[in-house]
């Protein structure tokens, strides 16, 4: 291989079964992992672990995603503290969804990230959805210095929102808005 090649053709990674095995490996876990062929589009097998094993296994998941679990129970009391029901937290696939909302919650957690002017809140106002939707979309990225939440109007029912779901650095960075 030339020079020219090395730069024009990066290695190839190792198959997503050769990756599992390392990790486990490294784990000092014992398990036979299996693809059916080097495809890397394929399921990856993992045969049968010991129940220590598993345990480990489930120890070292739990590890690894620590911060965002933390960073999802710090956020929920806060939001309790402020009575903004979040009933859909839950930590998925590493990030944190916030769930459905009560259009009152969410006007409520706009404000908190200064979409509104704390002067103006009226507590007999009524806020429709749509509105409350483009203050949370706007304010933000602002108090979280660039995070994006995605936020959309329930149509069957007119009193709820849907946030999406956000990292665990932006939930840090939430967290910190609310705060103060």
């Known amino acids: 291989m030339t020079d020219i090649d090395a730069r024009t053709h990066p290695p190839t990674p190792p198959p997503p079964s050769a990756e599992l095995r390392a990790a486990l490996s490294e784990a000092g876990l014992s398990a036979r992992v299996t693809a059916p062929d ?101 304010a933000f990225p602002q108090a979280t210095g660039g995070g994006t939440l995605s936020v959309s109007v329930r149509e069957n029912t007119a009193d709820l929102l849907d946030l999406g779901s956000i990292d665990a650095r932006t939930a840090r960075r939430l967290i910190r808005a609310l705060q103060f």
């Open 38 to 138: 080097a495809d890397a589009q394929n399921p990856v097998r993992i045969t049968l672990l010991s129940p220590t094993d598993a345990r480990q296994l489930a120890r070292l998941i739990r590890t690894g995603t620590k911060r965002t679990l933390k960073a999802a129970r710090t956020l929920r009391e806060i939001c309790e503290g402020y009575r903004i029901g979040l009933p859909g937290l839950r930590v998925e696939q590493g990030r944190i969804t916030l769930g459905p909302i009560r259009i009152d919650d969410a006007a409520r957690l706009a404000r908190l990230l200064d979409a509104v002017p704390q002067a103006t809140e009226q507590p007999s106002t009524t806020v429709d959805a749509t509105t409350v939707k483009t203050l949370l979309v706007h």
